[in-house]
Each structure stands twice: as C-alpha cells, then as structure tokens.
C-alpha cells in the first residue's frame, strides 16, 4: 500500500461520493467521471496497462458523454425543488452497508487462504491480445454479435414509421 | 558528426542531465523532455496561426496579417499579449467552475498525447507498450471538455456548439480507430517506436511506409478524413459554424482561457498529425534512402507540417458539409470503407510477401472505390456541379 494508492482511492471515493451528494445532476456526472478517472489510475497503479486505458477510453470516452447526453435530453440539469434526496434514504443506506459488509466480510475471509506475496505476472497487451485472438475467440465473437444486434435494434426503435399502407 | 546531429537533442539532454546528482537524474530527464514539449509546441502553434492566415488570404486572394513586425510574423506575439490583458468574462449565469475548468481539462489531456509520439530517433518521452491505445485514450477525453465548455456557459449557442461537436467527434472516432488498427495488424504491436521500425526499411532507395500499399493509402484517406472532422476543422467545422452558432461551444469565453481552447485545437491538430505520420508516413524516417544523413526530428516535423499545410489548404477550398451529410458520411461510406480495409488488411498479412498480394489487395479496393462512385453516379446522386447566383 503505497503513498500513490492512498492518494488514488481518497480521489476515487471523492469522485464516488460527489457524484451522490451534488445537487446539479450535470455535476454528479462530471463527479462520477472523476471516480472513473480514479479506477483508470488504480488499475495503471498496478501496471495493468490495458485495463487502465481501456477504462479511460470506454468510460470517460464513451459512457460519461453517454450519461450527459442522456441528462440533457430528458429532463434538463435544473435541481428539483424539493431536494434531490430520496424519502427511503435510511433504507438505502442499509441495503447499501449490508453488501458492503458482505463484500468486506468475503475479502478479509479469503486474505488468509491465498498463498503469501507472490510477485504480479507481467502482462503485456500483446498477450492479451493473442488471448483474446486465441484461446477466448468464441466469447469475444458472441459478445460482438450480441453488441450489434443491441445497435440494430436501438436504430430500429429510434426509426421513423413510414407513413401509409404497406 | 550526422550521427551527433541525429541525435543532438538527446546528448543535450544528457548533458544538462549530468550536472545533476545520479538520484535526480531521471525525474530530471523526464522534466526536461517535458518542458521541451510544452515550449515546443507551442511556438509552433504561434507560427502555425500566422501561416495559416497567410496561407488562407493567399487563397482568397486578400494580404493576411502585414502590419506587425515583417511580413506580420510578430502578430501572434501580438496576440498572445492581447489575449493576456484581456478582461476575462465569466457570464453571470454560467457555472463557474466548470467553465474554468473546460479549458484546462482540455488542454491536459491534448498534451498527454505527446508523451508517446517518437519525434526522432530516440526521441519519445515515454515509449509505452501500449502507446497507441493511451493515445486514444487520451484524445476520447477531450470530448468530455468541450461538453464542459458548451453546458456550463448557460448559452444556446455554445450548448448547441457542444452537441455538435461531441456528435461528431464521437462519430468519426470510430473509423478513425478501424484505420489506425490495420496498421497495428500488420506491424503487430501498439508500441509507436515499434510501428515506426516496422516501416524503417528501404528498396531500390524507396521507403517501406504503409501509405504505399493498398490498404496503406486506402487507410490514410479515410485517417485524413476521420482526423479533419475529430479536431472539428474545415470542412467539417460545423461545431462552431460562424454563420449559425456564432463561434460553437467556446462562444461564452473571452481573454486567456479562449486562447487556451484556441491552443488546444491546434495542438491535437499538431498531435493528431504527428501520430498519422507515425502510423502511415514513416515516422522520423527519411523518404529516400540517400536522405537518411539528414536527422531523423527533421522528418518528423516536416512530414508534422506539411500535414498542417494540407489542413489549411483544405479550410481554404472546401465548402462546409451540413449536419446530416456529416452524418451520413462518416456512417455510410467511411465506416464501410474501414471495414473493408480492415478486411484486405488481413488479406494482405496473410497472402506473404511476393507480388500477388499487391494485385489482390489493389484490385479489391479499386473495384470499391470505383464501383461506388459509378453506382453512385448512375444513380444520378452525383452530377456535374451546379450553381445559382442571387437574380
């Protein structure tokens, strides 16, 4: 645990909780991009180069404008009146430090069961590129085929309806 | 002595470096390189914004700037002065943060791009496994800036601006990856020092540059294409179309931070052509195999130039496209083409080396190309050229 990663989670959980506590919603997505940039540098931090430019490249890239746009075109960037704050807050915070348990609960059960410090693997992109090419081809085919068919049939739904008999 | 000219930046490097104790040495390198590229290009673009006013009065048929030192040449200092005393305006609605922001945000991530560019032989800050991907990375971020600029001035206009802007850089993201690809097909590696080796060699005193192959040339144009509309220049400037939006997404912002969303363009215009020349023109190679005694940065930034010069002669003669024809452009002819150069690409890893490949690979593309303009052309889509005047 180094300087640098204590340095990359507190921007990463202040990108996280920024995102939840502003009021602007165009703010919140700026906010959450932040966390996203942070996750990108925590995976460079551990030399897992791929992870880390593809994290930049598809989220910051590509889901951040997505969720911009999307504010934009529904319902505008104005704060409600009465607060942006759900009414089953106190709910929602307990759904959410039980998973957090669970998940924490899992992490520190497993620590022990893994065999002590072993030095990282050095993955370079072109191995997971041959991996990827090689030996996992046929799940990357499917998730391409399911991806397109997804773009198709968000360009049929957005379509205009001809007019008149067919 | 060619070999000291070669390689003149980094023994100069190496020298100011060695003053240094040996545990500053390499923070210290890495600064200095840094540095360099900050004064660099920069200055550049300064001389840049005078060629490029020249060039385009040139082209109408008008002087350009003449007024400031000779021939004009001292008119961006002029303007660098001006645009540091100007009175900053922040609109009165405008989201103040964010619109700070917008500029810095953007300028950053465009000169991140840099780091991994070889600009000579030896020259590249960081020469990074996956070089091209952080790259992209880095360019896919600047979208998310110029959305900042639009949305927080709290104008119709620069919000319109943004829209268009991130539109069509999104749009024209997407072949400009697939061409960039096929050269990592071929080549077999997302290193950019690996990909400029790759084309590093000569025969009968000709370089081995990818742009002349096929699919080489073929990718280039659609790059051209792809990289003229990602820095939103002529003619695909739409995004800050004088005649509808006034001046796009950075409308609202006057002073020093508009020069700074002025610098940014050109410096992803600089990087931007400067990876081009990396993956298609050789990189910091010679074009002649008797020019290799001249030193490989002058390639680099010749071939970086002469980019910029077609830029500008671009903006001076094409007319600006519309929103849908943008559109359907990038969608419907550009993306179609990268994916058939995808596929010859593959074509031609495969075939081996001899003069078969050549003739498939030609062909294909040929017949595409052509096949599409005389489809296109009976179906009466594309005439001969008409005009009306005002009666």
């Known amino acids: 645990m180094s300087f640098v990663f204590y340095v990359l989670a507190a921007l990463t959980v202040a990108g996280g909780l920024a995102a939840m506590l502003l009021k602007n919603t165009v703010h919140c997505a700026l906010a959450l991009t932040v966390a996203f940039a942070g996750l990108a540098l925590l995976f460079l931090e551990l030399d897992a180069q791929f992870a880390g430019f593809a994290q930049i490249l598809v989220y910051i890239g590509a889901v951040a404008i997505l969720v911009v746009f ?65 030996r996992y081809v046929l799940p990357l085919e499917i998730a391409g085929v399911l991806l397109t068919a997804a773009m198709i049939g968000a360009v049929i739904v957005a379509l205009h309806e001809k007019e008149g008999p067919k | 002595m060619i070999k000291t000219l070669d390689q003149i930046f980094v023994l100069l490097k190496e020298w100011l470096v060695g003053y240094l104790p040996a545990s500053w040495q390499p923070v210290a390198g890495v600064l200095l390189s840094v540095a360099a590229i900050v004064c660099l290009f920069p200055a550049l673009f300064a ?74 032989r030896n020259m590249v800050l960081v020469d990074m496994d996956a070089g091209l991907l952080f790259y992209f990375a880095m360019g896919a971020s600047t979208e998310l800036s110029v959305f900042m600029a639009g949305w927080s001035s709290r104008n119709k206009y620069s919000l319109l601006g943004a829209m268009r802007a991130v539109a069509q850089m999104i749009s024209y993201e997407v072949p400009l990856l697939l061409s960039s690809v096929t050269v990592v097909m ?174 498939i690979c030609s062909a294909i593309l040929l017949a595409a190309y052509v096949g599409l303009g005389l489809g296109e052309l009976r179906r009466g889509k594309i005439g001969p050229r008409s005009y009306r005047y005002a009666e």
């Not at chain 2, 961006?76 to 103040?96: H, N, Y």
């Not at chain 2, 690996?194 to 009968?204: D, L, M, P």
């Not at chain 2, 796009?248 to 050109?266: N, Q």
């Open chain 1, 70 to 134: 999307a504010i934009l075109l529904t319902r505008g960037s104005e704060t409600p009146k009465d607060g942006v704050f759900s009414h089953t807050w106190l709910a929602g915070l307990a759904v959410a430090a039980a998973v957090f348990a669970v998940l924490g609960w899992a992490v520190l059960q497993a620590a022990p069961l893994l065999p002590g410090a072993s030095p990282a693997p050095v993955v370079t992109v072109q191995q997971i590129g041959d991996a990827l090419m090689g």
């Open chain 2, 47 to 120: 001389l840049t914004t005078v060629f490029e006013r020249k060039g385009l009065g040139r082209i109408q048929n008008r002087l350009g700037p003449n007024r400031v030192g000779p021939f004009g040449f001292f008119q961006p200092v002029a303007d660098g002065i001006k645009s540091l005393t100007k009175e900053d305006i922040v609109p009165f609605s405008a989201d103040a943060a964010v619109h700070f922001l917008a500029p810095v945000v953007l300028v950053v991530a465009v000169f991140m791009g840099f780091a991994v560019l070889p600009m000579g």
């Open chain 2, 186 to 359: 071929i080549a077999g590696s997302l290193s950019l020092t690996k990909i400029v080796e790759a084309q590093s060699g000569y025969s009968w005193g000709l370089p081995h540059w990818y742009i002349f192959t096929p699919w080489g040339f073929a990718g280039f144009l659609m790059y051209a294409i792809a990289t003229t509309a990602e820095t939103n220049r002529s003619p695909f400037d739409l995004p800050e179309g004088e005649s509808e939006l006034v001046a796009g997404y950075h409308t609202e912002y006057s002073g020093f931070k508009f020069a700074l969303f002025f610098l940014g363009e050109y410096l992803a215009m600089f990087s931007i052509s400067g990876l081009g020349t990396t993956l298609f023109l050789g990189g910091w190679s010679a074009p002649f195999l008797f020019l290799t005694w001249v030193p490989s940065w002058f390639w680099f930034f010749s071939k970086l130039m002469l980019s910029i010069f077609v830029f500008i002669w671009m903006r001076g003669t094409l007319p600006r496209l519309r929103q849908d024809q943008l559109m359907n452009f990038a969608w419907k002819f550009v993306l179609p083409m990268c994916l058939l150069n995808l596929m010859v690409a593959a074509l031609w890893r495969f075939l081996g080396d001899g003069w078969l490949r050549w003739v």
